[in-house]
């Protein structure tokens, strides 16, 4: 079976596009390298020890997209590439609406072109805005609080008026809630560029003493602690969540949903406090103020996608701290 990966050089593509190489897939990869780097392509070889055949181009343009589809008739098409910056797709929204629009409808009519009928596409927990309550399950309401969000509710919307009208579609859409860690091998993980934004990453960077100390925002929360509980699942669990859809979109079951989670909420200082103990490091830190738009709590309900994925996460806590350490001692 062949796979293309659009966003195959980033940090879940590439972890994926190792699950896809082992399981025996033949894998392509396309992306346009605006948050990842070609050597990607060679760590996903050096780690499988087979080839991959490597696209740089940009979806937002139909021609090539076209072009490179019509060539590799795919037999499944899992959608990763788009941008992904909360901060930034509030401050420019234009690109993140044209960019992760623009590339999805590429795509599809691409893929329409060739009469491949098989979508895996990225979503995120984010869609669930501030969760009424917890376990979060596929059918709780979804809305948005800032474009990037936004994008992810209306490529959901536009994958089901699609799916409506060809009933030989296949769709798997994925909510993942937070991926953290990197592959045991260290070759490929979570590379942002400038400060991080997102936890792991600034932790990672703090304990490397390439940035002073974390800054927690906000320790008057109705948790456990105070600091925010997060559903944070390792990235090699998450790629291998792509490798069951692959399964489930040849059973012909049309739209699906899954959250890709743990089931399980770990808080802020949880986080540090166990990256601390497993790499023998210490992540200095201090408490601010709450980051505007984070809700407290987040969590999966994992059950849907145990019982009809067949996924199950094997990788724990100390494996994702372990892993995101590593990682960020061979490159930076
Ligand atoms: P990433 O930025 O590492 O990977 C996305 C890749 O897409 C990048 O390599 C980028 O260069 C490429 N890309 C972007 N626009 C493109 C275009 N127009 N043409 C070709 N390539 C393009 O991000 P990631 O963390 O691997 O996320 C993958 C997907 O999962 C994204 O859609 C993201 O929104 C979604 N997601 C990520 C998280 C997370 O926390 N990492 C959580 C929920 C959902
Ligand atoms: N946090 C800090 N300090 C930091 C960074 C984060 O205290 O420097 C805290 C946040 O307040 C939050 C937790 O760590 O409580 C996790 O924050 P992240 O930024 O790592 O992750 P979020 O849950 O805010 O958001 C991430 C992605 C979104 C995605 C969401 C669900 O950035 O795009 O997970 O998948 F939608």
Known sequence: MKILLTGGTGYIGAHTAVEALNKGYEVVLVDNLSNSKKSVVNAIEQITNKKVKFYQKD???????????????????IHFAGLKAVGESVKIPLKYYENNLVSTLNVLEAMQSVGCNNFIFSSSATVYGEPKKLPITEEFLVSATNPYGRTKLFIEEILRDYAKANPNLNICILRYFNP????????????????????????????????????????????????????????????RAHICAIDKNLENTGVTVYNVGTGVGYSVLE????????????????????????IPECYASNAKAEKELRFKTQ???????????EYEKKHN
């Open 271 to 294: 986080m540090v406090q166990t990256f601390e103990k497993v790499n023998n490091i210490l992540v200095p830190y201090s408490f601010v103020a709450r980051r505007a738009g984070d």
């Open 180 to 239: 953290v860690g990197a592959h045991p091998s260290a070759l490929i993980g979570e590379d942002p560029n400038g400060i991080p934004n997102n936890l792991m990453p600034y932790i990672t960077k703090v304990a490397m003493k390439k940035l002073p100390e974390l800054k927690i925002f906000g320790n008057d929360y109705p948790t456990k602690d105070g600091t925010g509980v997060r559903d944070y699942i390792h990235v090699v669990d998450l790629a």
């Open 59 to 77: 979806l937002c343009n139909k021609k090539d997209t076209f072009k490179i589809i019509a060539k590799e008739k795919p037999d499944q098409v």
């Open 315 to 325: 990788l724990s806590l100390e494996d994702m701290v372990k892993s995101a350490y």
